[in-house]
């Protein structure tokens, strides 16, 4: 019969429970570790993990470490493991930590990959200043980390900071600095993408991407390098992650900025002018925000920029074309015409529109005049180009595990290839990117479809469609 040992996520409990299981001879076979608190006693028929009455281990601290280390590893069975490996030990097996034993091959990698997402974490942690409120931190970060580092990185900042006040906060844990103690608590803070610290109005960061602009040089720019060195997962909640994609994007077009200062002249005859530095920076500034957006010309026609809607994180984002001429105007997705033939269809499949994400391929309006009406105009595909990071942005941010795309110019930019066609994907879910990808009819093709016959194909298309979403989600 196993042992069944309940735990949380901590070394400290692990290795109370393992001395005392090492104690009692308990094999590793004999053992399920569970992170999560059960029915029933700490184990089933061994005494409590938590009694320190066990004779203490003798191990070398090299073995010491680099269980502590991996300890922080995530992965579900790194309670198991790390036993397993002290098991052996404990029977003489002292090749269980060489690299050379498969075993000690993945405890090393398993402490190499915890030490580098520290040291990408003491990197790419980004504190913002807050305003001075009686109790608060002065400053705060939000980081999500791949492994549970956080309170070594915790004492990292602490020595870096100094007295001076701070809150880390991550999806799953929050260690706040008050200047002289650390203190760990449960998750009190969203990202930045969700009300997090970015909502803060902080003047140096504002400073520091001003700097960031003036060093940017695109005639030295490397693409390729740039991502490999700092990984994407990171970029988003850095200060420059919003205006780095829009500086390549200007790059890649041929704009040249350079670094300017208020001695820079300009040559006229064989004199020297001095303009000031108000005179000698772009005309066009570079979009941080959506509203921003220069990267092609349809914002010169539209109201506004529409950005998607929907929670936070969804397991299901639905990607149409572009806004209509209703969307332009109230600045959300989906409120006219074809947003009420989804939301009738949304209704059928049932698939509440309030747990999906809803957004377009492209996010200004394109038309033309017709009399008095602006009459809707397929995009371009430098347009779907160009507005793809935004896209990409909301893939980064929402983590669906299914797309639904809703028409051609949505799987276009989702697949990142302007030849791709609907037809032979309709009705067929496809991998794309670590997610799915489900392609429909866009609901206007609905509306404008020929006869009867044809909207009623086009509409099932569409329902049909958004149950097997719903249904690859529950996966």
Not at 120 to 130: C, T
Not at 207 to 220: D, H, K, Q, V
Not at 233 to 241: A, D, Q, S, V
Not at 430 to 441: A, F, K, L, P, S
């Amino acid at each position: 019969m196993n042992q069944v040992v309940r735990l949380a996520q901590s070394f400290g409990e692990w290795r109370a429970a393992a001395r005392e299981l090492i104690a009692l001879g308990v094999a590793p076979v004999h053992i399920a570790w569970q992170s999560q608190p059960g029915d029933g006693d700490l184990f089933s028929s061994t005494p409590d993990a938590t009694d320190t009455s066990a004779p203490p281990l003798r191990l070398p601290r090299s073995l010491v470490e680099l269980l502590e280390s991996a300890a922080c590893f995530n992965v579900q069975d790194r309670w198991a493991f790390l036993y397993q490996v002290l098991w052996r030990w404990q029977q003489g097996q002292h090749d269980v930590i060489s690299p050379a034993d498969a075993d000690g091959a993945r405890l090393h990698g398993m402490a190499k990959a915890v030490r580098r997402e520290e040291h990408d974490m003491h990197a790419y942690v980004r504190f913002r200043e807050r305003e001075e409120a009686q109790g608060a931190p002065r400053f705060v970060a939000w980081f999500e980390p791949v492994h549970d580092v956080l309170p070594q990185v915790a004492r990292h900042f602490a020595r870096r900071m100094g007295p001076i006040s701070w809150m880390i906060a991550t999806p799953t844990a929050t260690m706040l600095w008050d200047g002289t103690t650390l203190h760990a608590g449960p998750a009190l803070m969203r990202g930045a993408a969700e009300r997090g610290p970015a909502d803060i109005d902080d003047a140096g960061e504002a400073l520091w991407l001003t700097y960031y602009r003036s060093i940017f040089n695109p005639a030295r720019l490397n693409a390729d390098l740039l991502r490999s060195h700092i990984p994407s997962r990171f970029w988003k909640n850095l200060p420059e992650g919003a205006i780095v994609p829009a500086m390549v994007s200007s790059a890649a077009n041929g704009e040249r900025r350079t670094g300017q200062t208020a001695t820079v002249g300009q040559r006229s005859g064989a004199a020297m002018i001095p303009i000031s530095a108000e005179r000698a920076q772009p005309a066009r500034e570079l979009p941080t925000t959506l509203d921003q957006c220069r990267r092609c010309e349809l914002w010169k026609s539209a109201t506004q920029a529409v950005p998607g809607v929907g929670p936070a994180q969804a397991a299901i984002m639905l990607v149409g074309e572009q806004p209509g001429d209703q969307e332009d105007l109230a600045g959300l997705p989906f409120v006219g015409p074809a947003g009420a033939v989804l939301e009738r269809a949304m209704l059928e499949a049932g698939v509440a529109r309030d747990s999906i994400y809803l957004t377009n391929a492209v996010k200004h309006f394109k038309w033309e005049p017709r009399g008095k009406r602006r009459l809707h105009k397929t995009p371009a595909q430098r347009e779907i180009a160009a507005c793809h990071d935004w896209l990409e942005q909301e893939l980064a941010s929402v983590k669906p595990q299914v797309i639904v795309a809703l028409g051609s110019t949505a799987l276009k930019s989702i697949l990142q290839d302007g030849s791709a066609t609907m037809t032979p994907l309709i009705g067929t879910p496809i991998q794309h990117d670590g997610r799915w990808v489900v392609t429909v009819y866009h609901p206007s093709y609905v509306l404008r479809a020929p006869d009867e016959e044809a909207r009623g194909q086009a509409y099932r298309v569409i329902v049909e469609g958004l149950k097997r979403a719903l249904k690859l989600a529950e996966i």
